[in-house]
């Protein structure tokens, strides 16, 4: 192992020799300077822990150690087989550092090594060299080679350079010749090209031409892309026609050859869509297809002939509606279901009910088929909704237009047959369900086709007629209350029998009024309502009035009054349901607070004079002269004390709590009303007897003797408790 790694033994015996040299430094005392000493101290003193030091001990020891391995090898190799020497050969050359040294004498080797090192190093560098030298002789021979082969290669390329030089001078004349005919020929290539381009813009193709004039050709996407392709030509060739040197005769004919291609387009398209209409329009429903949109489409271009083919139109719808009305009047559906209008004659809502629900789905059929004809839809427009006629689109006045043509002749037995119908009726309820009938119709019309269509109008005249046949029929009933004469041996205070019946028909009116509805508007309901509360109201209360002023019937003065009271509640309580009748209730109210206020004075005085304290309380409240009340004979002391005992019995009595004057009066909060405030006053009035006899200057001997003889006993919190008057506060005193 000392000779595998020598680097390895000379640094632990360097070490140890290191420690020895120490031991013997301190132990001793300096010794004589001896060289072999100086030169141990220094071996021993050196410091091999450098990484240099390192790598050269380790390269030496690898350099010895492979040098006797080969030796060791070439000794084998002598003794062994070929087989066996390549293979142990191959060991070792895998396994170098493998082999030991034999040392017959131990560091024998490290010391050859020493000795012969740099001759060892020169060797190996002489092999190296031979090396070097061997690899770059080969490489000058091969060079030799390749200067000699491009020596070759450079004596042919001069001789092909003087052939190529000898065959350009003889060829030169036909290169020219040959550019330029090839430049000929890409001017040529160039100037098709630019004519084929033109052509392919500004000339139809033959299919396309073919497309525009041929009668077997359909009218198609085909043709329509050959119309746009003709449009587009006429588009690109005024371009041509606007040049600084005026147009160009190639612009000129283009013009005049899609002019006539144009109008030939067109009148196809004029042909084919009067065939059309007049083949589907007979129908009630037809579709109108992709086609008939874009042709329609593409002749609002030319007005004149959109107004032809649209005169086609209108006189096939026209005759359909009119013939679709007829069967639907007379036939019916198919199979008879649903059954004719006709049938319902008898039943005069329904009738009318029936007609303008056909009109009206027929109609909007009709609207719908044109928006789609004309692709006027509004698609922001929620279905159901209400539709806006500004005006500004010129689809809505064609619409329009042709809206008014085919329910032209529609509107003439449409108005006669409701006519009839509306004349007819005598029952004023009837009259006004119908009227309220067509109003709703005559609105939903105007949502569907707008205010100024033919049918609209046509519809507002016979709305117009129903509601005047509405009101000349209530009007008539209003004067023949004016004609009603009254019962004389009819006692009972209640409205008459010509007010009832007439009441109720107006309340019905009414119901029918509020179930037509659909605005929340309180004011515009009111308005709606308000000239027949005038015409069926007015002269109800005119006849109650005229009533008052008559003659007395069998009853007392005191009943006339009370019945005219009677019958304006009644009238009222109709009225209350309702909230669009908020203006004639008050009108009401306020002849009802009239006649109460007159009902009350009466009853003052009347119960004043049951009660004998109406004379007293008149002296009191005016007192004839200045004298003392004790001298007036009524006022006397005997005689008040009579008056004073009346009242007491009257205190007693039942009329107290309820009139029998006011027991006829329907509205019972108004009897209470009445007799309270009567009363109240009559309690004002004998707190004022009570003053005016407790003052001293009318001269009254023991005044609260006299007055506290009988009840109240000059008390007025105790009458106000005998005759149940609440005071402010809602409590009885």
Known sequence: MAAVKPSTSILSRSSTSSSLASESRLSTAPQ???PVSVRLYKVLSSNFDDNATKEALKTLSDLYVTLKAEEHNEKSSLSSHEDVENEGHEDM????????????????SAAQARRHMRKDMENKLRQGSEQFLEAFGDVDQKLD????????????????????????????ILLERAGSLRQERQDVENKKSVVTAFLARYTLTEQENEAIISRDEPVGPIFFAAMDRTEAIRDDCRILMSGEDGPMQAGIDIMASTSSSLEQGYEKIVRWCSHEFRRKGRELHFEVTATMREAVKRLRKRPELLTEVLSFLSQTRQTTLMSSFTTALTRGGPSGLPRPIELHAHDPLRYIGDIFAWVHQAVAAERELLETLFQAANHRRMV?????????????DWIKELMDLCVEKLCMPLKVRVQQTIRSQESSIISYKIANLMQFYMLTMRRTIGNDALLSKTLLQVTDIAYSVFYESISMQGRLLSHVQLENNDVSLTPPLAILDHIQILREIMNVYQSSLIEDDESGQAAGFEKILDIMVDPAIEMITRSNKEPLRLGTKWDQPIYALNCLCYIKTALESFSFTREKEASINALIDERVSSLIEEHYVNIMVDAHIHQVAAICANRPTNEPLSRIPLMQPSELQVTLRNFSLWLSSPDVVQSPRLSQLTVQHLHAKIHQTALERMVRAY?????????????????????????????????????????EYGEVA
């Open 93 to 108: 050359i895998r396994q170098p550092a493998v082999v030991a040294l034999d040392e017959a004498v131990p560091g024998e």
């Open 687 to 727: 707190g004022l007897i009570c003053e005016e006899v407790k003052r001293p200057e009318n001269k009254y001997e023991a005044a609260s003797t006299l007055l506290g003889s009988e009840r109240p006993f000059g008390q007025i919190h105790l009458l106000r408790q005998i005759l149940g008057i609440t005071d």
């Open 32 to 34: 004589a300077k001896n």
């Open 384 to 396: 159901g909704s209400v539709r806006i006629f500004d005006g500004r689109s010129e689809e809505e």
């Open 145 to 172: 080679q390749l200067q000699q082969h491009i020596s070759a290669m450079r004596l042919s390329c001069d001789e092909a350079e003087n052939q190529l030089l000898l065959t350009t001078d003889s060829s030169k």
